[in-house]
């Protein structure tokens, strides 16, 4: 199916458009492999067979589908991160959810879509069930929205003493009597500088693509351990919105981040 709420058309805009930066061929014989002595430890091994099977349900305000959206997702305790135009903060919301006309399936008079808006009226950037170890808060955003994930790419940044670097490997095709560029086998890595180690953690593996690529939506410590957090668009598909949620506290030891959350829909 097929959303039609505007924000999203028009995040996939702006996702497909924004390519200034370069793209690196490499080698299909081989994937850029981080360093052997690196500790590297797969975070993804429950992985969403179907749309919305995430361990934590995580949403955001707008228009959906009927299968993209709880029925109970107002009877739910949730805490959302928003923007106040100044600033973000995390703080707990009502959620509200109101069954409305979805344009691009329903019938006259048809009403299987949802709308889903919370009681804060600053822009919300997510929600997410309520957890113990989230709580009320200001968060610093180190920017990078919107920013693509290529293979090659690498997103270097620092945040209390710490450095990072977000890249991404893999193996860069063209698509059968095409110039249009494609990837496949493509790994997601963040590792830190962390008194004088350098985990490594592996955040996602995707297979293949279909005119999309992964992209940077928040980078900020929002757990508020110290520790930076990633808010992704985890996509393979163009008409294909899946926001996933890496966080550090919930962390197996020796990771750095884990991903407890996304959200599955299609766009318009």
């Not at 008079?109 to 069930?129: A, M, P, R």
């Not at 920017?143 to 490997?169: M, R």
């Amino acid at each position: 199916m097929k959303q039609s709420f505007i924000s999203l058309c028009i995040f996939l805009t702006l996702s497909c458009s924004s390519s200034s930066h370069e793209k690196t061929q490499i080698n299909d014989s081989a994937i850029n492999q981080p360093p052997a002595q690196a500790v590297i430890k797969d975070t993804t091994a429950i992985k969403p067979d179907t749309i919305n099977k995430s361990p934590i349900p995580l949403l955001y305000t707008g228009y959906f589908h009927g299968d993209e959206v709880w029925q109970n997702a107002d009877k739910m305790t949730w805490i959302g991160l928003f923007f106040s135009g100044k600033h973000y903060y995390l703080a707990s919301s009502k959620v509200n959810v109101k069954q409305v006309h979805d344009e691009i399936v329903d019938a006259d008079g048809e009403k299987t879509g949802w709308e889903v808006s919370t009681s804060l009226k600053d822009s919300c950037v997510f929600l997410i069930q309520s957890q113990t170890f989230l709580n009320d808060r200001t968060v610093e955003s180190l920017g990078f929205s919107e920013k693509e994930l290529h293979p090659n790419d690498t997103l270097s940044f620092t945040y209390q003493g710490i450095n990072y670097q977000l890249y991404a490997t893999g193996i860069q095709t063209k698509y059968p009597e095409s110039e249009e560029i494609t990837y496949r086998n493509y790994r997601l890595f963040i590792k830190a500088e962390i008194q004088g180690k350098m985990p490594i953690t592996l955040l996602e593996t995707i297979e293949g693509f279909e005119d999309a690529i992964p992209s940077v939506l928040f980078v900020g410590d929002i757990d508020g351990d110290g520790i930076v957090d990633l808010l992704l668009n985890m996509t393979n598909h163009y008409n294909v919105f899946e926001p996933a949620l890496y966080l550090s506290k919930p962390a197996e030891k020796g990771s750095l981040l884990k991903k407890i959350a996304w959200h599955t829909s299609v766009g318009c």
